[in-house]
């Protein structure tokens, strides 16, 4: 009898503990963005590694070792997607042999696959530049559909994890409302905001979002650099719109953006696409902020 009460309070206490003595799943995020819903949903639950810095593009990273190592030993991939990560993480997942992470398992999640795209449909022809037929992949830039990607992210934690679904949900939710405030902020910012000019297509989801015109792009072909001619043709479509801002990224040069910006008496701004390397769902945020201010032409 004593030895079945003391089976009965392990496993009472077991509960009880929730988490406590669970060990962390081993989480791979391929970028910041990822990595900040990992650690807003996941918070301590997660030992957590980032496959790409801040001032990368997440196009054009090439496979390391470091890489195959961390993806030998996840329990699970959290990935933008929409052929994003195509050039590199797919062969070095294969060189990890770690089937639980491959695509269709419940180790791999990826972002772009839980909300709907723009952008989708076109041709699936590497000629016409650097596209994705599936569909735009940056939806990280825009803060609605990553409160509803940290819920899918959530769930999928949960199955991973059953013991601390509950907490995932919370976190997920928190992160939501956390959300649904600054959009409200940040939609009257926005209201007059005049347009933008992008390098690459990469913040179409927050100008759509807030409703800001995008009046043009660097690129005329996805990832190809500008030509003299594309960029006379810019100068020309923006004259007579006034107030607005170029914006590039950090690994784009800057010399195509600053010079259009000169032309037509616009401003101009570097923005990273991705927040800060050690960033939670705080720091998400505080990242969109500042592509807040800039596009509103703030401080």
Wanted: hydrophobic content about 50%; glycine content about 8%; aromatic content about 4%.
């Amino acid at each position: 009898m004593l030895k079945k009460i003391s089976v009965l309070l392990i496993s009472l206490g077991a509960l009880l503990g929730g988490t406590a003595g669970a060990a962390p799943l081993n989480i791979v995020a391929t970028s910041p963005s990822m990595a900040a819903l990992v650690r807003t949903v996941a918070g301590e639950r997660a030992a957590l590694t980032v496959l790409a810095a801040p001032n990368q593009d997440l196009h054009q990273l090439q496979v390391k070792p470091s890489m195959i190592r961390a993806l030998r030993s996840a329990d699970l991939v959290v990935a933008i997607g929409a052929e994003l990560e195509v050039g590199w993480l797919p062969p070095a997942s294969a060189s990890a042999a770690n089937p639980a992470i491959l695509p269709g398992r419940v180790g791999y999640f990826e972002a772009a696959a839980q909300v709907e795209l723009l952008d989708s449909g076109g041709a699936a022809d590497r000629a016409l530049g650097d596209v994705h037929p599936v569909g735009n992949p940056h939806v990280d830039l825009d803060p609605v559909r990553m409160a509803t990607i940290a819920h899918a992210l959530a769930a999928r934690l949960a199955q991973l994890d059953p013991s601390a679904a509950a907490q995932y949900r919370r976190a997920a939710d928190d992160f939501a409302a956390a959300v649904a405030q600054r959009v409200t902020t940040w939609r009257s910012q926005l209201a007059a905001a005049p347009g933008v000019v992008l390098y690459h297509r990469d913040a179409i989801y927050l100008l759509e979002r807030f409703g800001v015109p995008l009046l043009g792009t660097i690129e005329a072909i996805p990832g190809v650099p500008p030509s003299a001619g594309h960029l006379r043709e810019l100068v020309t479509q923006l004259r007579g719109h006034s107030g607005g801002v170029v914006i590039y990224a950090p690994y784009q040069a800057p010399q195509a953006p600053t010079k259009l910006a000169q032309d037509v008496g616009w401003r101009v701004a570097c923005l990273p696409l991705e927040p800060p390397q050690d960033a939670d769902g705080a720091g998400y945020l505080a990242h969109l902020e500042r592509w807040v201010a800039a596009i509103a032409g703030q401080p």
